[in-house]
């Protein structure tokens, strides 16, 4: 019985590892002109850092020159309070209210400064005719800066997941 688990295990795994990737689907957006684009990716899930956590790197200051973070992150907590959007737990899936909201911005751990990093997944669409690429953002989770005893980043707590489009 252990032998034709085993097999059995073996044989899915190998179906699995030569699956062929499926070709790119075409997809229309209306906008002012209707264009049909490839899809480069369906899904791709992917951080950004937004918070400069060492003080001795430039390279990182000079990435992040051009990004407002406070205005991101209190357009996004304005629009889940307001409920424009909804905010999901990250691990559970369920919706977050807004005084649960509140809760968390009221804890000792959380501050809106400490936001370090958005995990993002988009999809990816490819106009090969005009050469536009364009991204559409599926999701967002803010991530929170968590530290180490000595100080260094440990890494980052998912806040809560934004569905947006």
């Known amino acids: 019985m252990r032998k034709i688990g085993f097999i059995l295990m073996v044989s899915i795994v190998a179906a699995a590892c030569n699956k062929k990737p499926q070709a790119p689907q075409t997809v229309k957006y209306v906008e002012r002109d209707s264009l049909s684009f490839d899809v480069i990716a369906d899904t791709i899930t992917y951080d950004v850092i937004i918070?400069?956590?060492?003080?001795?790197?430039?390279?990182?200051?000079?990435?992040?020159?051009?990004?407002?973070?406070?205005?991101?992150?209190?357009?996004?907590?304005?629009?889940?309070?307001?409920?424009?959007?909804?905010?999901?737990?990250?691990?559970?899936?369920?919706?977050?209210?807004?005084?649960?909201?509140?809760?968390?911005?009221?804890?000792?751990?959380?501050?809106?400064?400490?936001?370090?990093?958005?995990?993002?997944?988009?999809?990816?669409?490819y106009n090969k005719e005009h050469n536009i690429f364009k991204k559409k953002v599926i999701s967002m989770v803010l991530g929170l800066e968590q530290f180490n005893s000595d100080g260094t980043l440990r890494g980052y707590k998912p806040v809560f997941k934004l569905y947006l489009n």
């Open 51 to 125: 918070k400069n956590t060492v003080i001795t790197d430039p390279v990182t200051d000079e990435f992040l020159r051009y990004l407002d973070k406070t205005s991101l992150i209190d357009w996004i907590f304005s629009s889940v309070y307001s409920g424009e959007i909804i905010a999901y737990d990250y691990f559970s899936g369920a919706v977050i209210s807004t005084d649960d909201l509140k809760d968390i911005e009221k804890s000792k751990s959380f501050s809106r400064e400490s936001i370090g990093k958005i995990q993002f997944a988009e999809a990816w669409y």
